[in-house]
């Protein structure tokens, strides 16, 4: 059974970086082609991507982000963390881990989301 | 990046109504794109991967087609639990950018 959840804090103030963890289950990050990304929705909004990595530690990013946001993964304890610098009110969403499998080229499984709320 | 454009972004419909959604994209993606539903407070969805394949477990009513930069979800007989909001998502290449969201409401 594949299971995702999302960890970290719930409040952060401005300037401050967010560190969140993905914990998952019923697959491994080194297998070929799996891959584990970070998906953003602030209230009310669209889905935003943010980052992904590979199982051949391979990253991604979102253009516009890009020099906020590192992503980063520990096979062995089966968790993806990312972190992003410089948080703003306007980063305040929902932050969803989700998983790509090689036979399918799609997020087949998502976390239930985590909401991060940025304010002093 | 790849923009997609979804429209419309709102549909009111009713139930047993065959629903398209469609999303276009900036420039080709093959097919590489993906649908999600979403509901309120929940992850999203997987619908339908390589724009045409439906994922395991989805009814058979939803269906999608297109490729290069056009493409369709539809619905064929809209059903009380598929009022929703939808997404497509191109898999193309880096950044993997979502469409604005189509939100179908009752009618």
């Known amino acids: 059974q594949v299971t995702l959840r999302e960890s970290g804090p719930a409040l952060v103030k401005p300037t401050q970086t967010l560190t969140l963890t993905c914990t998952f289950s019923g697959f491994s990050l080194s297998t070929s082609g799996m891959c584990v990304s970070w998906i953003r929705q602030p209230p009310g909004k669209a889905l935003e991507w943010l980052a992904l990595?590979?199982?051949?530690?391979?990253?991604y990013y979102s253009t516009s982000l890009k020099t906020r946001l590192t992503i980063s993964k520990d096979t062995s304890k089966n968790q993806v963390v990312l972190t992003m610098t410089n948080m703003d009110p306007v980063d305040t969403a929902t932050y969803y881990c989700?998983?790509?499998?090689?036979?399918?080229?799609?997020?087949?499984?998502w976390g239930q989301g985590t909401l991060v709320t940025v304010s002093s | 990046d790849i923009q997609l454009t979804q429209s419309p972004s709102f549909l009111s419909a009713s139930v047993g109504d065959r629903v398209t959604i469609t999303c276009r994209a900036s420039?080709?993606?093959?097919?590489?794109l993906a649908w999600y539903q979403q509901k309120p407070g929940k992850a999203p969805k997987l619908l339908i991967y390589?724009?045409?394949t439906l994922q395991s477990g989805v009814p058979s009513r939803f269906s999608g087609s297109g490729s290069g930069t056009e493409f369709t979800l539809t619905i064929s007989s809209l059903q009380p639990e598929d009022f929703a909001t939808y997404y497509c998502?191109?898999?193309?290449?880096?950044?993997?950018?979502f469409g604005g969201g189509t939100k179908v409401e009752i009618k």
């Open positions: 990595i590979d199982w051949d530690d391979d990253k």
């Open positions: 989700a998983r790509i499998q090689p036979s399918v080229e799609a997020y087949d499984y």
């Open positions: 420039q080709g993606i093959s097919s590489y």
């Open positions: 390589a724009a045409s």
């Open positions: 998502q191109q898999l193309n290449s880096y950044p993997n950018t």
